[in-house]
């Protein structure tokens, strides 16, 4: 009798420790069927997205509202963005997004500076107007060979 409770017990013990782990993996997986009731996509054209990665964060006033989810080039061979945004965030259509980076040499990310409009962008639909990456090493390129204001 000793041994079938104890074997009882290491059962639970065991179903409990793997309910906890499947639970855990579901809050910090990315599981869309479970994030698609909080979030909404959004799309933004860029002449250049260099150095954005897909799961970049995407900001409104330094705080995180997203992450870009896809990246592509679309018919006007322009650099299309797909970004996953809270649903609670909302993006009046005049709304800007650029490409920043945290700092000189930091990773890069899309930051959306709202606009004032009372319309709002709906899920699906593209940001119009966007500010692409700086090029650094064609910046200082153009500096230190005098072509700068050309």
């Known amino acids: 009798m000793p041994s079938t409770r104890m074997e009882i017990f290491v ?3 065991l179903v409990t420790g793997f309910v906890a782990l499947g639970w855990l993996a579901l809050q910090l997986g990315e599981v869309p069927w479970l994030n698609s009731s909080r979030t909404y996509m959004l799309n933004a054209e860029f002449n250049n997205v260099s150095g954005v990665k897909v799961g970049a964060d ?3 006033a330094g705080v995180t509202v997203g992450k870009v989810r ?3 080039l679309n018919d006007q061979q322009l650099a299309e963005v797909s970004m996953q ?3 609670e965030v909302s993006v009046p259509v005049d709304s800007i997004a650029s ?3 945290q700092g000189i040499i930091g990773d890069k ?5 709202l606009g004032g409009d009372e319309a709002a962008y709906k899920p699906g639909e593209s940001i119009v107007d966007t500010e692409s990456s700086v090029d650094l090493e064609s910046l200082i390129s153009k500096f230190a060979f005098g072509q700068v204001g050309d």
């Not at 990310?109 to 500076?113: P, R």
């Open 109 to 113: 990310y899309i930051q959306i500076t």
């Open 58 to 60: 995407i900001q409104i």
């Open 70 to 72: 896809e990246m592509r």
């Open 11 to 13: 059962g639970l013990f």
């Open 99 to 101: 490409v920043k980076s």
């Open 85 to 87: 945004l809270e649903k």
